[in-house]
């Protein structure tokens, strides 16, 4: 042994107690790696389990086919059509963003500022998620496209949905359009489509009225996503609710030819079934391209819109409220008779002027109509002898009579936007404007000037209520998915079928008789005759110096001062099916356009009679629907 | 193995002899171990051999080769290269520090056209051969001495520090590890060990002065990943996730989500033990642990049988090393303590650890190979 064994034997003494420790301490690590392992793998596992699955699966929301909007015969209103689209993927793109967008614009118009906001998209997305291009490509174009999509790397060819109004300005109003979503949509609504980028929601008409109905129920895609967001392969798919289908009362025929008559007034009709208040046609004229407001409208088509003074936007038949000037008559006549004031042989004279207090009252006939009874007022729309009648009449029960005849409240029809308009009295005037009623406002009350406003839906009720004598409400839809509306039978109305009949027989003077004010423009196929009665309503102040001299002809002023035309009608005569209001702003001139329009509507609507044919709503007649003997 | 006590004491071994005296139970453990690496780099590559395990096969087949022939080398040779060795390691890391390659925001690599060379590396296998050759001329109340302990604690604090400035704090803390730990072993007096680790606790807060940004940001998550769970904090929610979400069983091969879907960073270098966690569970996970446990079991019975201080020096400074690289990664990515860049070794893929681990068994190889050999105090090796 050498010199240092002994040295060496020290050392190798301490080493091996060294040693130990060492192998305890490393011992000990393991033993807290083992512990972790079992805390994390064990005791843990759940809650990893579940951070791990949220981590890779991606819950994508899908957007459920919207639902038609369908007339009475199934003729879609508003539908889903294919939307041709061209996608860029960043990543894919081998040549350049750049190179590959002018590669599309050689084929297609891709306008600066379009391309400025791709090239922002592109920058703003993660390389692999696809922006798009254009969209709405017509067929031409996106053939052409896919023509040359080998020479474009990158481009991607896509058919999406896009919601169509293939009947454009005819329906504007009723069916309404789908617009993106806007801040306060998000804000009110918790229905996670909402946050989809590209998803439309009803913003007028039926869309927004039944939107929730329309839109159906989110889908969901269960995919498997990476760190990144890209996706792997979808788990599973929840296609969703497709929305339902709502089925309008609309006969799209009747509902073209009405668009088409009213032609480009500033116009409001409305034709409606007497018996269950269906409404068969329902326009305001001019009405404008929805279509435009799902695609996103521009600046200048949005000022072409707003600035036009026959103003496009405006639902007039249901939100424009005007004055029913002499077709209001009927009304002050059913309250003479129901009040007993125009008993058999009560007569008014007219001179052509009516003396209230120290206020003079004029006819519109001046000379004035001579001795007149109710039927011959009614014919030769007297204003002095509805003057006197509702003077005897008194405001309470013109006031009522009016209610019970469902006016001076919303009729109750599914569209938004509907107004009340006014029918006055004491209690209103001193609420509204904090004064007494004058005994002067029931006069003009009486001939339907003053505050009276009423909508021209109200003034169609009110015709189908008179024609029917039942207290029929509008209705425009039929049914929702396969379940209809409910709707009940309408009661009778609280008059007397004499005084009804006395009302419809005025009405019938009207159109039927010579001498009748719309006695030029009656329907004289045997048969389809219509009752009617004209109203002007007036839009500016007669001065008495214009009176003096003369009230100048609507001819001569020009259109903004023009007096608005009405004209109200059912048809036939003998068993009325059919009721019609329409009002021509600033129409009214000697051809009577309005009574024109009805008689042709009506006609029409007649010789179609959408009633007798079978509608294809997809319930069979539900009990509680009205039925027609 | 140990059938022919006193051999070498008579004779050198001829290089039949000595292969025959190589330990392939301990190769076999190693190379288990390597092939845990192998099946996590194949799933995390979605079943393929490219990227990862095809040239982590090659590397780890080179490695063997080396530490076969390391193996063969006489242990006094070793002892003889142990100063020029670390001289040389010391240079390279001059070199680096002053026009190394920046990759990974540190300074770490020499480019060699195809060869790179990460001198700290070198630097783990050249500290532990000139310490234990510096021990191995010291008496157990040598080592206690001032003047003869300055010796090693400069040895050791260089190189730290000229790493610690690349800047790889994790480097530096296995360098410093594996010097103390050789000290430790060497019998150095609990007078200086006890008030070293007094000094070390009260050093914290100064160390933490001299941070960078991006090391007192791993700390700060460390402390509370949940305040930046996107940010710096994703890596270790993230491998928590991976290895929690593993369970009993884990999830099967080439079934785990978090790695093949990309959740988890640095999936095949540092946080490759997550893929193993969540792919084969706490069985899989603690078959690894038991297998290195077992490797580091062969390393202290190697040190123990050898004759030379300076075998067991070299035997015990290989193995601990070699415990470190598993402590500091396994803490890590089980969130135990902050993100500091260091593999787990023979698992995570990258040539360099692979190379210094594989060179670090053939030492141990060696060791055992020679373990018979008696060396003077005051040898120098051979050469």
Redesign the interface.
Known sequence: MPLFDRKDKSRYATFSRRTLLAAGGMTGIFAVLAGRLYQLQILDFDQFMTEAEENRINERLLAPARGRILDRFAVELANDRRNYRVLLTAEQATGGISESLDAIGRLIEISDARRKKILREIAQNKPFVPITVVENLNWEAFSRLSLNLPYLPGVQLDVGETRAYPFADELSHIVGYVAAVSEEDRKNGNDPLLSLPDFRVGKRGIEKEFDEEIRGQAGVSRVEVNAYGRVIRELSRDPGTPGQDVYLTIDQDVQKFAAERLGGESAACAVMDVETGDVIALVSSPGFDPNLFNVGISTAEWNALTDNDHKPLLNKVLSGTYPPGSTFKPVTALAALDAGVAVPGYTVFCSGVYTFGNHQFHCWKRGGHGTLDLRGALKHSCDVFFYETARRVGIDKLEQTAHALGLGKVTGIELPGERAGVIPGREWKRKTLHAAWQQGETLIAGIGQGYVLLTPLQLCMLTARIASGRAVSPRLVHSVGAHARPHRAAPRLPFSDDALAAVRSGMDGVTNEPGGTAYAWRINEAGFEMAGKTGTAQVRRITKAERATGVMKNEHLPWRLRDHALFIAYAPVEKPRYACAILVEHGAVAAHPQVQMARDILLYTQKKDPLRIPPAYPVTAAANTTGRG | MNATPNIAARRPLTLSEKLLEVDWGLIILITLAACAGFAMLYSIAGGHLRPWAGPQIVRFAAGLLILVAAAMIDIRVWMGLAYPAYGVAFLLLLVVQSMGHVGLGAQRWIDLGPLQIQPSELMKISLVLALARYLHGL??EDISRPVKLLVPLVMIAAPAVLVLLQPNLGTAIILVADGC?LL????LSWRWIVPALGAVAASIPVAWEFMHDYQRQRVLTFLDPSSDALGAGWNIT?A?????????SGKGFLQG??S????LPEKETDFIFTTL??EF??AG??AL?IL??LI?VYG?RI??ASRS?FG??VA?GVT?NF?FY??IN??MV?G?IPVVGIPMPLVSYGGSAMMTVMFGFGLLMSVHVHRQV?I??RSAGLI
């Open positions: 008496t157990v730990s430790f072993l060497a019998g993230q928590k996730i991976a290895i929690g979400s593993g369970g009993f989500t978090q093949r879907l990309n959740f966690g969540e569970g706490f996970s603690i642990l290195f446990g580091i202290i040190a123990m201080q067991r020096l015990m601990l415990f598993i402590m396994g803490l089980m135990l008696e003077p105090l």
